[in-house]
């Protein structure tokens, strides 16, 4: 036995003016996105760059003072002691030109005057 069904056929009918006008918002928001979205980015890159160069920077710059500090220190304690050995060496010259001095004097000026 047959028997005979209706089918209910949709069509699908392809708006191609919609289609273009949606596809038009979407490649006009694309061309203002992209754009932005990409000056940001190297915004981000070159403010990543920035820092890294100031903390190097900075980070030199205070070795090199560390070093200057520490440069200093040692060449104050070497002037100390300079300062310290002059004064010894002149101390020692006092003596040494006082006892010159002694020795060229005669044998009976030592004796009636023994200081000097």
Known sequence: ????ETVEKEKWKNNVQEYQRQMEQVVTHLATEIP?????????????????????????????????????????????RANELHQQ???ANQELQAFIANLSRQPEEIIENPSG
């Not at 036995?1 to 005979?4: A, L, Q, S, V």
């Not at 190097?56 to 100390?80: P, V």
């Open 89 to 91: 060496l002149a101390s």
């Open 36 to 80: 932005r979205c990409a000056e940001e980015y190297v915004s981000q890159e070159l403010e990543a760059i920035r820092r890294t160069v100031a903390q190097s920077f900075n980070t030199r710059l205070q070795e090199i003072i560390d070093t200057l500090q520490a440069d200093l220190t040692l060449r104050e304690t070497d002037s100390q």
């Open 1 to 4: 036995e047959y028997r005979t």
